[in-house]
């Protein structure tokens, strides 16, 4: 296979499997200026032969669109790639010690950046003290994010550059204080490492058959000028799509997003917190501790920013997590189309990130204003269950009704699937498995509906419906990947080989069941330009 390429070429595919809708037996495509020509049998590939540029022999491998992660922070995954990854450390022992390397091998860093700690699966279940951070750290400055992003330990060193009074503090820092420290540790990083950060993330994301990803940046994620190199970046080199959201509230934030040349008025605007971090907002107290989470958004301050954006053309879109959450959002929203609409609201096709936290009632609101829940499997596959942090934070009843992605489908729901990199890695199929295999099995769904959300799904989150499917017309977006025998598998576990009835119109996916190997990405392809190939193919 050819190496990466910064002009499309017209290419015949052959001999493999074809994920097309428009044929469920395609074994060959053609791509010419960027787009899907056609998609067909190897009997008539023939015809194309001559007239292309390449000539890809599949060699029995299974092409299909190109996945979308509608969640993903690019510099921070980056970061987290390049620098300090505390996701596997099975023991508080064991991150200090991963500290101590750290810190020693990174002499001439005036912050050091870390990311991924979990307490909640660690012994004892506490984070880090300041002191046992100060000691670790040699009393450098240290930032070192939770695993879903919404809270953080830090050094004395990094508390004294921060700006500000922000009180006595020894263990995780929440809200304010963490996006102060947050702003400080992400303000020493150079240009250069900014870079280098985002162009090791989208390669990584190339390399699994991603070919476009969400960008959720904002005042108190990021910075502007992290959002907008990587929007350059993308754009001047070859790699994966990156649509970008700029979360910021109300008037300002339209005009923010229109200046920065986002999509939308969104992304990780933020109703509430998270759960592992006591900070999403629910309505009754968790069960490990004795309040209700932090609220950042009231109902008035969604119906204000969804009005604003509407009215602007831009999608309006919101973090919410908790049950109290996602209610306000709901509110909010509801408020804005009796004012403007329902139609409208509507057609913005407005989102809301990750809707863990979801009732009967809320879940027929998204249908009814037209709502994108923009989710992440793997967060179930991570913390769901009997035994997981669900279950420590919420009790094992509350914790089951997490997730509801079946729930939301049979609703009329549109989903689109994510990782939120680097709260959970990038990794599209094995995404598409958690959601097939979810803990608790009512709310599973199909390989095939959860392969759609997170292909199709992620680009009509973005108001475009014409792509994510290998059909003629389409974005030439593709990913071929190395597999076994494709199988068309349901929701409850059963696997049923390939149909050979042609009246079945289903073309098969890989057998995801777990303990299966996972495909393997041989090539990705963004608008016909080749951004991965893998060596030795």
């Not at 509801?404 to 959970?424: E, I, K, N, Q, W």
Request: proline share 6%.
């Amino acid at each position: 296979m050819s190496e990466r390429s910064a002009e499309p070429k017209t290419v015949l595919l052959r001999r493999g499997e074809v994920h097309s809708p428009a044929d469920p037996f395609a074994t060959a495509m053609v791509v010419e200026r960027g787009q899907v020509a056609w998609v067909g049998s190897e009997g008539a590939a023939d015809a194309f032969a001559d007239g292309v540029d390449e000539v890809v022999d599949l060699d029995g491998a299974l092409v299909t669109p190109a996945f979308t992660d509608a969640h993903v922070h690019t510099t921070a995954t980056g970061l987290a790639l390049t620098g300090l990854d505390l996701s596997g450390a099975s023991s508080l022992e064991a991150a200090l010690a991963l500290v101590r390397e750290f810190v020693a091998a990174r002499p001439h860093d005036r912050v050091l950046l870390g990311h991924g700690w979990d307490a909640s699966r660690w012994p004892g279940g506490r984070p880090p003290t300041r002191t046992e951070l100060d000691e670790a750290a040699g009393g450098r400055p240290l930032y070192l994010s939770r695993i879903d992003v919404h809270s953080a330990v830090v050094t004395t060193a990094l508390l004294d550059l921060t700006p500000g009074d922000l009180g006595a503090v020894d263990g995780p820092l929440v809200a304010g204080a963490h996006h102060a420290v947050r702003a400080t540790a992400l303000g020493a990083i150079t240009p250069a490492q900014r870079i280098e950060a985002q162009r090791a993330a989208l390669a990584h994301t190339a390399s699994l058959g991603i070919g476009t990803v969400h960008e959720c940046g904002g005042p108190d994620i990021s910075s502007e000028d992290d959002f907008t190199g990587l929007l350059r970046l993308a754009a001047e080199e070859p790699g994966p799509r990156v649509v970008g959201y700029w979360a910021e509230g109300a008037e300002a934030g339209v005009d923010k997003a229109r200046e920065l040349g986002a999509a939308g008025a969104a992304g990780d605007l933020f109703v509430d917190g998270a759960l592992g971090s006591h900070t999403a907002c629910l309505h009754q107290p968790y069960a490990d501790a004795g309040h209700t989470g932090t609220a950042y958004l009231d109902a008035a301050s969604v119906a204000a920013h969804v009005t604003a954006c509407t009215e602007a053309g831009l999608q309006a879109g919101f973090h919410a997590i908790g049950d109290a959450a996602v209610a306000t959002v709901v509110e909010g929203v509801r408020a804005a189309a009796e004012k403007l609409g329902l139609a409208r609201i509507r057609a913005a096709r407005h989102r809301v990130e990750h809707a863990e936290m979801l009732t009967p009632e809320t879940i027929a609101a998204f249908a009814e204003l037209g709502l994108t829940a923009s989710v992440q499997p793997a967060f179930d596959a991570l913390w769901g269950g009997e035994d997981g942090m669900y279950a420590q934070r919420l009790g094992a009843e509350r914790a089951r009704s997490l997730n509801p992605f079946a729930a939301l489908l049979r609703a009329g729901v549109p989903l689109a699937f994510g990782s939120d990199s680097p709260v959970t890695p990038l990794d599209p199929w094995g995404t598409v498995r958690a959601a097939a295999f979810h803990h608790t099995p009512e709310h599973r769904v199909s390989v095939r509906a959860a392969f759609t959300a997170h292909t199709r799904g992620g680009w009509r989150a973005i108001g475009r419906d014409d792509a994510g499917v290998l059909v003629p017309g389409a974005p030439a977006d593709y990913a071929v990947w190395r597999t076994e025998e494709l199988v068309v598998q349901a929701p409850d576990d059963r696997v049923a080989r390939w149909s050979t009835d042609p009246r079945s119109g289903t073309p098969g996916l890989p057998d995801l069941s777990p303990g299966r190997e996972l495909p393997a990405c041989l090539r990705t392809v963004v608008g016909g330009r080749t951004v991965f190939v893998r060596p030795g193919e």
